[in-house]
């Protein structure tokens, strides 16, 4: 079946160590997401990829960073975690085939733990 | 102003009665709504999405919304509740930008008792 896949699904890292998160996509959609999730609240939108254009939210602070290498594939660096970024991270796509009316789908998430 | 807003931080049902999940928006641009569930330690699952046409949309899991334009609202619906539907369901908005971003309700909990 064609989905959303996130590796992993829970990761530990230390406060200050650096850490990638990885989604992968067999939708072939142009368009991928990433959002951060705290204590079942609303989701917030990161970033966003459109194809090879990176579009940034305007609050989204400079310690994440994102790639995009092909279609398939869009990773979330965290290049300083701090505790306050221990949270759920969704990656999801769509196809930007009408904006505004696409539906997203979602990948299960990682849960990133920071000590 | 919100875009989305739903009103019930938690609805409490029980087992076969029906369950609504409210959500309601404001009335500037278009109304592209979009209802997601999202279980324990799982991303958000799609349920159904209002863009035009028929006020009743219906959605996987036998839920359904209806669009009322006077009440500016599109609440979740399903006439009977299971205690699998207990889970944290979120109303959304589709905004006319860069991206097709989602402005997300703060969500509501739904617990179905056995």
């Known amino acids: 079946d064609a989905m959303v896949i996130q590796n992993p699904r829970y990761q530990v890292t230390q406060f200050g160590k650096p850490v990638t998160l990885s989604c992968s996509q067999t939708l072939n959609h142009n368009v991928m997401y990433w959002y951060q999730q705290k204590s079942s609240q609303a989701p917030k939108l990161l970033f966003h990829?459109?194809?090879?254009?990176?579009?940034n939210e305007a609050d989204t602070p400079d310690n994440f960073q994102s790639r995009r290498p092909n279609t398939s594939f869009c990773f979330l660096d965290i290049r300083s975690p701090g505790l306050g970024d221990a949270a759920m991270y969704l990656c999801?796509?769509?196809?930007?085939?009408?904006?505004?009316?696409?539906?997203?789908?979602f990948g299960p998430g990682t849960r990133l733990t920071v000590l | 102003a919100q875009s989305v807003a739903q009103p019930e931080d938690q609805v409490n049902v029980a087992e076969g009665n029906p369950l609504t999940v409210k959500c309601t928006y404001s009335v500037s641009g278009n109304p592209y709504l979009f209802w997601y569930v999202q279980y324990p330690n799982r991303g958000l699952q799609f349920l159904l999405k209002y863009i035009t046409g028929d006020n009743l949309v219906k959605g996987s899991y036998g839920f359904e919304a209806e669009f009322n334009k006077s009440q500016t609202s599109f609440h979740l619906k399903k006439p009977s509740a299971l205690v699998s539907d207990s889970a944290l369901y979120f109303c959304a908005r589709g905004i006319k930008a860069a991206g097709n971003k989602l402005t997300f309700g703060g969500g509501t909990r739904v617990l179905v008792k056995p």
């Open positions: 990829y459109y194809d090879k254009d990176f579009n």
């Open positions: 999801a796509t769509s196809t930007r085939e009408s904006m505004s009316t696409d539906t997203q789908y």
